[in-house]
T-cell receptor, first 118, second 112 residues
Framework: DAGVIQSPRHEVTEMGQEVTLRCKPI?????LFWYRQTMMRGLELLIY????????DSGMPEDRFSAKMPNASFSTLKIQPSEPRDSAVYFC????????????????FGDGTRLSIL | AQSVAQPEDQVNVAEGNPLTVKCTYS??????LFWYVQYPNRGLQFLLK??????LVKGSYGFEAEFNKSQTSFHLKKPSALVSDSALYFC??????????FGPGTRLSVLP
């Protein structure tokens, strides 16, 4: 079974440029999450969607960051303009909805995009 | 605020010995708890979860975790460590809306 697919795996660009990260969730999953991982801050939730609708974007650092989910099989995270402090590994994850009785479902992660802003 | 803590940044264990990676939680309501593992240059991989029921949860790769309500802990264990278990381990708590709160991670090194 195909897991969560992220592209590109690596991105190196100069500050000020626009960066677009892409994610294809697991088919049938209702939730999609974007995370950022750094040594200093660990794993941070940026935004998550349920049925393509953004539910919580309180983790988005600032207006330079935006995320969209135009359909159930695709999401983008965009940084414009990019800055060196945005350098990190960005993960996308997806999950099913909670089960009957409230049992939470595990999130399934892609292998991330390693972003370097020079 | 809901949180999970992993009190050890680093755990070292000899191959073949039992291992424990600690997690404590501070949440209101039902504690839905998870363990994940991250290998270098990879995303997090699900190991196991506790929802309700048996306090001892068995997961992937021979790992298990013990839920202890009185100590508010959910420690990850394995009877015999392998060098290939060396990785970063994350404990997480999930709310009703599938939002996960991850701990800071514990780096496990299994020495040959």
């Amino acid at each position: 079974d195909a897991g969560v697919i992220q592209s590109p795996r690596h991105e190196v660009t100069e500050m000020g440029q626009e960066v677009t990260l892409r994610c294809k969730p697991i088919s049938g999953h209702d939730y999609l999450f974007w995370y950022r991982q750094t040594m200093m801050r660990g794993l941070e939730l940026l935004i998550y969607f349920n049925n393509n609708v953004p539910i919580d974007d309180s983790g988005m650092p600032e207006d330079r960051f935006s995320a969209k989910m135009p359909n159930a099989s695709f999401s983008t995270l965009k940084i414009q303009p990019s800055e060196p402090r945005d350098s990190a590994v960005y993960f996308c994850a997806s999950s099913l909805a909670p089960g009957v009785g409230g049992g939470n479902q595990p999130q399934h992660f892609g292998d991330g995009t390693r972003l370097s802003i020079l | 605020a809901q949180s999970v803590a992993q009190p050890e940044d680093q755990v070292n264990v000899a191959e073949g010995n039992p291992l424990t990676v600690k997690c404590t939680y501070s949440v209101s309501g039902n504690p839905y708890l998870f363990w994940y593992v991250q290998y270098p240059n990879r995303g997090l991989q699900f190991l196991l979860k506790y929802i309700t029921g048996d306090n001892l949860v068995k997961g992937s790769y021979g790992f298990e975790a013990e839920f202890n309500k009185s100590q508010t802990s959910f420690h990850l264990k394995k009877p015999s460590a392998l060098v290939s278990d060396s990785a970063l381990y994350f404990c997480a708590w999930a709310d009703y809306g599938q939002n996960f709160v991850f701990g800071p991670g514990t780096r496990l090194s299994v020495l040959p």
